[in-house]
DNA sequence: CTATTTGCAAACACTTTGCACAGCA
DNA sequence: TGCTGTGCAAAGTGTTTGCAAATAG
């Protein structure tokens, strides 16, 4: 069988388990030493491999929050576009709305500030693609 | 002089002037890299403590892209609250909002979806930072 | 002279990969 | 057999740090 459609056993299956049951978020490494103090026997790597492929497949999301690698001069509030093509990262000349902080807040979160990137082709991509078609 | 209140010379100057000419959000490494062939003698560790410095000062922002270190078991489109004090991550019960898209879709851009952050303090933060004063 | 800044290399933290082997079809 | 999944250790990547030399005040 050349694609892997689904294994009904195995340590990704157990991955995928345990984070089902958590709404925190978790990292590699906590899921990893999660799984090991309920007794799984499991290697990190294992983890890894398994939560990259659930996340590749779409069984799972990601969430860029904490390793904050790209550096704007710009500090006023502002959004970005991030293209998924080629990777680039755009400033958005759309207007900030504090507005939506007040939702949020609703739920009992005193908000500073928020992020708001959308995903998608930049104009230069959409052509690209658009070529190759 | 206890405080450094700001350094008239120096490599972080030189780092801050290369940041603010461009709109494209590079990395440390790729700030390193225009610079060196722009014919700056500077080191990589330079430049990460040149970054690291303007950024505790608010003088530049910094922005989570791309290393998705976070796992998220829901894949229906949804918003979080990141706390700045205990790092914890929420799933927010507010409705996604695809008109946001549109309006980037108007500067040209192709949207597939977009990630919305709020930051802050959870509810328990923010009683332990009222016990605390 | 004292405090700060810098480069270098080493250390670090996080993630991926090569390889050998175990298990199942 | 042959393929997939796994653990381990090594390698890879990105960032920080210890230290000694350089520089500024």
Same mark, same amino acid.
């Given at each position: 069988? =050349? ?7 195995? =340590? &990704?299956?157990? /991955? !995928?388990?345990? !984070? ?6 978790? %990292?590699?490494?906590?899921? #990893?030493? %999660? ?9 990190? $790597? ?7 492929? !659930? ?5 799972? $999301?990601?969430?860029?929050? @904490?390793? @904050?690698? &790209?550096?704007?001069? %710009?500090? &006023?509030?502002? #959004? ?8 680039? /990262? ?11 902080? &007040? $939702? ?6 005193? /908000?500073?500030?928020?992020?708001? /990137?959308?995903?998608? !082709?930049?104009? $230069?991509?959409?052509? =690209? %693609?658009?070529?190759?078609?």
């Amino acid at each position: 069988m =050349k694609i892997m459609l689904r294994q009904e056993r195995g =340590k &990704r299956d157990r /991955v !995928l388990q345990e !984070l089902l049951g958590r709404t925190d978020h978790p %990292t590699a490494e906590e899921l #990893y030493l %999660t799984l090991r103090e309920k007794g799984e026997e499991i290697s990190l $790597a294992t983890v890894y491999r398994a939560l990259r492929s !659930l996340a590749e497949e779409g069984l799972v $999301a990601t969430l860029p929050i @904490a390793p @904050a690698d &790209r550096f704007d001069p %710009t500090t &006023r509030p502002h #959004y970005h576009f991030h293209c998924l093509r080629c990777d680039r /990262v755009f400033d958005l000349d759309l207007p900030y709305k504090p507005e939506l902080d &007040r $939702a949020s807040e609703k739920l009992g979160f005193s /908000v500073y500030h928020h992020t708001l /990137v959308f995903h998608g !082709l930049c104009p $230069a991509c959409q052509e =690209k %693609t658009r070529r190759v078609e």
